[in-house]
């Protein structure tokens, strides 16, 4: 199981990025992915969870209205669209799989960061 984000970059406040979470050797539909973020000197975050079965779960307050969560079956990737991007977004994002075949909705944080399938993630800055 290999994740890769991409996307990330640099931005105006206010400005919009489109990442993009791509899996090597498995499908992405079969599992919930998420999205966390680590901002310097600070520990992980929850972003937002798309579930198995397509519902989606805000793990962060400060996200909802701004971020949203989508799968591309076709191209096999899971895309996190985030506008009115602000400085204190300014992170490493990372995708992240659920891979328990019993759990049809998204699970916790702790259990995302106990036990979820981790990649490798991509920078996103916010200048202000």
């Known amino acids: 199981v290999q994740l890769q984000a991409s996307g990330g970059g640099l931005v105006q406040t206010g400005g919009s990025l489109r990442l993009s979470c791509a899996a090597s050797g498995f499908t992405l539909d079969h599992y919930a992915i998420g999205w966390f973020r680590q901002a310097p000197g600070k520990e992980r975050e929850g972003v937002l969870c798309?579930?198995?079965?397509?519902?989606?779960?805000y793990y962060a307050e400060s996200v909802k209205g701004r971020f949203t969560i989508s799968r591309d079956g076709a191209k096999n990737t899971v895309v996190l669209q985030m506008n009115s991007l602000q400085p204190e977004d300014t992170a490493v994002y990372y995708c992240v799989a659920d891979l328990s075949p019993a759990r049809k909705r998204c699970p916790t944080i702790p259990t995302m960061l106990r036990f979820g399938s981790w990649g490798h993630g991509t920078l996103v800055t916010v200048s202000s």
């Open positions: 798309i579930s198995r079965i397509g519902d989606s779960t």
